[in-house]
């Protein structure tokens, strides 16, 4: 298996522009998660699907953020606008069955960079 | 009180020795745990579940003290490779379906040779 494949593995971009990170989680996983991990406050669960529905968005910063998830297969995560203190390390992960299945698969991350 | 408080380290130790980590958490509902580690520019990667008093895998030896509210991660006989981030992660459920990941701030290890 591929493992979670996150795209794009680098961005850089200027404040107020427009920043869309993809992930295709692991086959058959029926969760799946969007971390950030920064230095300052380590790796915070932003939103998570169970069977492409969001779950849980408590840990979205602000309305500048949203991600969505079309089909099992894809799930987008959206700043817009962009702004400096959003630059940081974007992780997605999978998992099947919750707690039941053990832990969570993380993607390779995305590094924001925003100037 | 945070939800996953770890041993912030670093800790340096020489490889062969023995060392251990300490996370407490907040919620005592929580009924399992795992430990991640976590290279350096890498993803966090799962290292061993603990579901009841504890776990051994190998080298590495998780504990559970519910009483105590506190996790526990021993490494013996340290390698090289063993250096890393260790990353402990206190789930906290939503009824009868999972709910939010918490994840401690990581402890770092470095083994010297």
Known sequence: DAGVIQSPRHEVTEMGQ?????CKPISGHDYLFWYRQTMMRGLELLIYFNNN????DSGMPEDRFSAKMP???FSTLKIQPSEPRDSAVY???????????????????TRLTVL | RKEVEQDPGPFNVPEGATVAFNCTYSNSASQSFFWYRQDCRKEPKLLMSVYS??????????????????????IRDSKLSDSATYLCVVPRRRGSTLGRLYFGRGTQLTVWP
Do not use: H, K
């Open chain 2, 53 to 74: 008093s504890g776990n051994e895998d190998g080298r590495f030896t998780a504990q559970l003290n519910r009483a105590s509210q506190y996790i526990s991660l021993l």
């Open chain 1, 91 to 109: 992780f997605c992960a999978s998992s099947l069955g919750g707690l039941a299945g053990g832990g969570q698969f993380f993607g390779p991350g």
């Open chain 1, 71 to 73: 089909n099992a297969s």
């Open chain 1, 53 to 56: 529905v969001p779950i849980d």
């Open chain 1, 18 to 22: 427009e920043v869309t990170l993809r």
